[in-house]
């Protein structure tokens, strides 16, 4: 009776805890990561599917990720559609040249990068420095790079030297991909700005409860058309009202997306734009000599090499010439006509609208807005089919 009652009593614990080994097996579906640095990150990736039909039995941690897994990867842990897949690649493969034999650290940078809210933004903001001794701002993918640095996903064997050449392993993309997963994503509406801009409340687009989030000095802030860092000293950053993305570790706002734009930034962001190529061309001796009139310094052969390259950064000629003329009314009225018609275009409005809210000139502006509105409703979806079911 005892081996029998003994059989019985065994067969009952291997029914209790086959669900837990069962389970257990599940997770530890690669049988040569036990002893890997990014064991927990493969694991938490491999439980939500990421690496389904990609490998299997082997993960093979140290061999590296070819471009087809790597947008495999990233269009599951992002859910992207196949047409931004699409994009992503396209853009990928025109920002950095492919390696024949894998995907670099670069390349994957500025991928998670673009996705995580960068977009196709590559310039540097203004007081950028890099954080890596190897990496230089004319790299193509500095501006990934930074980010996810900023962001904490880096694994603490890439600090001081990412080396963005170096063939990415996937025990890196894991680990760097599992960070990424764990930072919060969340959408809602600006309410009060406080503490000097270093703090802010969100009340996020699903109904939830009003988050209280805090702004630090490496916090990056994404307009469209526009990147810019250290928000905290720019109060006209953020604003209550406006509806932002924002990626969020605890209570710390560390990536800012604007999702909509006024009129007011629009052109503002167009005065950015359209001066900075002066800022790229000139020297400061240059942009001094111009403002006081010294023609005599700058000589003749340099205000021509000035003005060709004024013109092939897409200043216009009569703009440029009065630049170098010192024209500022000339300027001022070209300057107001390019982001009038820059603004316009972005925002597909007219251009009398954007010209009557740069001038000041209320009363035309709602008139402009009342026919704009007008002209919208005229032509949606919503009233030609009104009218049609009458």
Known sequence: MRPKKYLAFVLSLLVLVSPILGGSAALASFTDIEYNWARDAILSLDEEGLFGDLWADQFAPSQSVSHEELFTLINRAFALTEEEGESLSAWLGDLLAAHAEGVTRGEFAAALGNVLGLGEHTDAPQGFYPSFADLNQDYPGFIGVELLQRLGLLPTHMLGRFEPYRLITRSEAAYILDQAQQLEKISGTVGEVSEGNRQFTLTPGEGGAELVLRLLGETLYISP????RDIINREE???????IRVLARKDQALLISLEEISPAQAVMEGLNNATRALLDVLTPAQINAIIAGDWDLLEEEVSSELYDELVDRGVSPWEADALLKRDWESVRVMLQERLTQEAADYLNVAPELIHAAIS??????????QVELAQRLLTSDWLRDATTNN
């Open 225 to 228: 058309g526009n990147l810019t």
């Open 237 to 243: 950053q953020l604003e209550a009202g406006h509806n």
């Open 360 to 369: 000041q000139d209320w009363q035309k502006l709602l008139e402009y807005a």
